[in-house]
């Protein structure tokens, strides 16, 4: 085991109190005297919507991986949320997923999965982490810029201005700055403005466009499923999520790619849903309660910002979070991403905090790359989606669809499928063997009418 050499003092500042921001702060409080938020918005009481975050709208997945680490960071984690009227789910049992024309078979997966909304989940976390001694948040405050040495080899702090009438510009000094400000961090433009160069940009134009929706919950729903999946293939380019909340709520979300976007009015929602590549999620709203409006996003590109390749970079100074990689939003990766990258923090400090930005850097690329490969080769699955389709891609893609054949009646596939999907392991793991020996098999098995029910058999159970 590696002895920690965790310094302790300073000052760290944090751009940003989304969820990417409140787990750099928590990770920054073991090794600071202070952790100081800096977030434009006013926080909302719990539960409720915050203006900054219009993703909180739509369905939101914490993936396995992400809760593992929130229980981590904030012990009780779970077993809070679950009592505040959060559900605990199987991602194996308590879900129906359907890809490539069949449903994935029922079992057990050890993968639990914490069912919440978006906007109470980040206040809880909000709020565990403000309950820390040696945190703070400044609420209703625009960052305008970074402040450094004359040299400027070092980041000294940060210039803001408060959202109140007649406020001054301010400079908040810090040993460390983090910018978790989001997809639209203005990081490339600061470094310009230091002499710095940009960071190489990856991008993949998706044009995904998405409708969201609550309805309301009711025992009978789903026989008592609490998820369903149903994903986009080359032959139908819109896919759909159903999700059960605290507050018996289903949240739902229609998307689809390159304009064959879900309508915003009622009919069109449901035809929309009618027309999914299965029945599930129509046949559970058709006679639901809607309790809010639809609402609807669009997401251009997935962006990857490559700061690990940067030769030359500023002391006192990280990227975290959307602001380094923001990811085609169906895939449910953003938030435990960050719960990863937060942990990689961790693990950087612990060994001092020489050639931090580098070590950090080198770090949470390695921790983009899988989810960076699983959305961007699901992306390229539509033919339509431009991008370099290489030999691998082809040969994953095709060896993926594969995969979900097989894991209609093997446990063993579907739930290394769903550890790859959850980032509990790596996507090469599919290619272990044992699996692939599974897939081949499956795939050599004749199709059945059962593919395409979602009848539960009676091993997922309880």
Not at 70 to 78: D, H, I, N, S
Not at 79 to 107: I, K, M, P
Not at 133 to 138: G, T, W
């Amino acid at each position: 085991m590696a002895t920690s050499t965790r310094e302790q003092g300073g000052h760290a500042v944090v751009i940003g109190a989304s969820m990417g921001g409140l787990l750099a702060a928590r990770a920054l409080a073991d090794s600071y005297e202070q952790v100081t938020l800096v977030e434009r918005d006013a926080f909302p009481p719990a539960g409720e919507h915050r203006r900054g975050v219009p993703q909180g709208r739509h369905v939101h997945a914490l993936l396995a991986k992400g809760r593992e680490i929130l229980e981590a960071f904030f012990p009780g984690f779970t077993q809070d949320l679950v009592d505040q009227g959060a559900l605990l789910g199987d991602v194996g049992r308590h879900a129906r997923w359907f890809d490539r024309g069949g449903y994935h078979c029922r079992y057990a997966s050890n993968l639990p999965s914490v069912l919440v909304s978006r906007p109470r989940l980040e206040w809880y976390v909000r709020t565990r982490l403000l309950a820390l001694p040696n945190v703070r948040a400044i609420e209703g405050c625009d960052v305008l810029g970074l402040t450094a040495t004359e040299d400027r080899a070092r980041v000294t702090g940060v210039r803001v201005l408060r959202r109140q009438p007649g406020s001054a510009e301010e400079v908040l000094g810090a040993d460390l700055v983090v910018d978790a400000s989001g997809r639209g961090s203005r990081m490339p433009a600061w470094l310009d403005a230091l002499g710095y160069a940009k960071a190489d940009e990856e991008r993949v134009e998706v044009k995904v466009g998405y409708t969201s929706q609550l309805y309301r919950r009711r025992p009978q729903d789903l026989g008592g499923d609490r998820a369903v999946i149903i994903t986009a293939s080359p032959e139908l380019r819109r896919l759909g999520v159903l999700i059960a909340q605290e507050g018996d709520r289903w949240m739902v979300t229609l998307a689809g790619y390159l304009g064959d976007y879900a309508p915003s009015d009622e009919s069109g929602f449901l035809e929309y849903a009618r027309n999914l590549a299965a029945p599930d999620i129509y046949e559970a709203l058709k006679d639901a309660e809607p309790l809010s409006d639809l609402v609807t996003a669009r997401f251009p590109a997935s962006q990857r910002r490559r700061y690990e390749r940067l030769r030359r970079f500023p002391e006192g100074l990280l990227v975290f979070g959307d602001a380094i990689c923001s990811f085609n939003p169906v895939y449910g990766q953003g938030m435990t991403v960050a719960a990863l990258e937060a942990t990689a923090l961790r693990a950087c400090l612990d060994e001092g905090r020489a050639h931090l930005a580098q070590r950090f850097f080198r770090r949470a690329a390695r921790v983009v790359d899988s989810p960076w490969q699983i959305a961007v080769g699901g992306d390229l699955r539509i033919p339509e989606v431009e991008g370099k389709r290489t030999p691998m891609v082809r040969f994953i893609n095709w060896y993926v669809d594969r995969v979900h054949v097989a894991a209609r009646h093997d446990p063993v596939v579907a739930r290394a499928f769903q550890r790859v999907s959850n980032l509990v392991a790596p996507p090469p793991s599919l290619l272990r063997p044992g699996v692939a020996l599974r897939v081949l098999r499956g795939n050599l098995r004749r199709p059945t009418a059962q593919d395409r029910s979602a009848a539960v058999p009676a091993a997922a159970d309880g």
